[in-house]
C-alpha cells in the first residue's frame, strides 16, 4: 500500500498516520463483531469517476 492511494480519501499526513487511524478504527469495529483485526488482512480501495450530472 502506498501513501498515494491512501491520500485519495483526503484524510491523514503520510501513510503512518492513515495506518494508524484506520488500524484503530477497525479494530473497533471488528470487535463488536467478535473478530480480530490482524495487519495482513486485505484492504480494498474503489474509485469512482462521476460520468452523468
Same mark, same amino acid.
Given at each position: 500500500?502506498?501513501?498515494? /492511494?491512501?491520500?485519495? #480519501? ?12 484506520? $488500524?484503530?478504527?477497525?479494530? /473497533?469495529?471488528? #470487535? ?20 452523468? $450530472?
Amino acid at each position: 500500500m502506498t501513501y498515494d /492511494i491512501c491520500k485519495l #480519501k483526503g484524510e491523514d499526513e503520510n501513510l503512518e498516520s492513515w495506518k494508524d487511524e484506520h $488500524r484503530s478504527f477497525f479494530t /473497533i469495529v471488528f #470487535k463488536r463483531y467478535n473478530l480480530n483485526f490482524t495487519e495482513d488482512m486485505y484492504v480494498l480501495f474503489e474509485e469512482f469517476e462521476v460520468v452523468y $450530472r
